[in-house]
């Protein structure tokens, strides 16, 4: 059995934009992916391909990384 994994240029507008719609309403992309039957990282390149991806930065990366270790 083998398994293709979908691009973000295959997925039909109109599931993009039920991925939007939750993303804008503050749900996180794992319950997204799970909710419209996708994987994360596909889930992830559409919101950034609709530039609505908010996801942390380099920077804010580190400052999680530093405050944990204190």
């Known amino acids: 059995m083998t398994t293709t994994t979908a691009t973000s240029k295959e997925i039909p ?3 993009k934009v ?3 719609n939750l ?3 503050n749900i996180a992309e794992e ?3 799970m909710q419209v039957d996708m994987e994360i990282p596909l ?3 559409i919101l950034k391909g609709l530039d609505v991806y908010k ?12 405050n944990h270790r204190v």
């Open 13 to 15: 507008y109109e599931k």
């Open 18 to 20: 039920v991925v939007k």
């Open 23 to 25: 993303y804008m309403s």
């Open 31 to 33: 319950f997204i992916a």
């Open 43 to 45: 889930v992830i390149s």
């Open 55 to 66: 996801g942390q930065t380099d920077v804010e990366n580190e400052v999680t990384l530093v």
